[in-house]
């Protein structure tokens, strides 16, 4: 992974690429709140074939926070901004998460440049089957990033899948993370209040893989089955696994999309 800085219509990104075959369009990933680029890198090393392309966004990460708070729309064109400094024009698209909202929103809005598009662990936004409200109350502090020793007390519950199996995950997920600031926590919080695809997502033209953890606390699996459901030709997979199922479980995750990005 080549990490460096780059500024963007006067907002610095933190970028990573990870070389690979440059005569296929290369896989732009999105990650989910809170999350740097440090914890995509197992997926991402697991993944063979395409180029990939994160960033941290704005108070994530090593990017710094914006002057205003944002909305997925905002970041979609300073996403395509990026494309076009980077010299890529026609991408894959994967979001997790939170990211997959910011996806959905780049696929829509951005539509010639995404060829293919990948939602993992999301939903069409606040009009979603939403978790328990125990959950949802956990995410709504970053406090899991700073406490080792209270993630460590509420992963499995949180994150469910091989995080109830095997609690000694939780340190090694740690390694992954690259905490910044609560600012631009709460600034992610805050662009996705209001959001939702339901009204466009049947417009989407790409072909579409939707992929759901069974055991999803943070994002029930019928929130997949939805996507699926009314984007046109989606296809929908299940893993055996939670939230993070891209980290808990890289190779048959990058498996399954590398086949379908094939």
């Known amino acids: 992974m080549q990490i460096s800085l780059?500024?963007?219509?006067?907002?610095?990104?933190?970028?990573?690429?990870?070389?690979?075959?440059g005569s296929r369009p290369a896989l732009l990933l999105f990650n989910g709140i809170g999350a740097s680029i440090e914890l995509a890198e197992p997926f991402i090393d697991a993944l063979h074939g395409p180029e990939a392309i994160i960033f941290d966004v704005p108070g994530v990460g090593g990017s710094?926070?914006?002057?205003?708070?944002?909305?997925?729309?905002?970041l979609a064109r300073l996403t395509a901004q990026l494309l076009d400094q980077l010299g890529y024009d026609q991408v894959d698209v994967l979001g997790v998460?939170?990211?997959?909202?910011?996806?959905?929103?780049?696929?829509?809005?951005?539509?010639?440049?995404?060829?293919r598009l990948v939602l993992a662990a999301t939903s069409p936004g606040s009009l979603m089957v939403p978790g328990k409200l125990t959950v949802l109350l956990k995410m709504a502090t970053?406090?899991?990033?700073?406490d080792p020793d209270y993630l460590d007390q509420i992963?499995?519950?949180?994150?469910?899948?091989?995080f109830r199996r095997s609690p000694e995950l939780v340190r090694s997920h740690l390694r992954y993370v690259r905490w910044s600031s609560d600012y631009g926590y709460y600034l992610q919080l805050i662009a996705a209040m209001g959001w939702s695809s339901l009204p466009w997502l049947r417009l989407l033209t790409q072909p579409t893989l939707v992929m759901a953890g069974t055991d999803d606390p943070i994002v029930p699996a019928i929130n997949g089955r939805i996507l699926a459901k009314l984007i046109p030709g989606a296809r929908l997979v299940t893993i055996d696994d939670g939230h993070l199922f891209l980290v808990t479980r890289p190779k048959d995750a990058a498996k399954i999309v590398a086949d379908f990005l094939n």
């Open 142 to 146: 970053p406090r899991r990033y700073k």
């Open 6 to 21: 780059h500024d963007v219509g006067g907002q610095t990104l933190r970028v990573g690429i990870r070389r690979g075959d």
């Open 155 to 162: 992963a499995g519950d949180l994150y469910g899948g091989e």
């Open 64 to 74: 710094p926070a914006p002057r205003l708070p944002y909305r997925p729309w905002t």
């Open 97 to 115: 998460s939170w990211g997959g909202a910011l996806a959905q929103q780049f696929a829509f809005q951005k539509a010639r440049r995404c060829r």
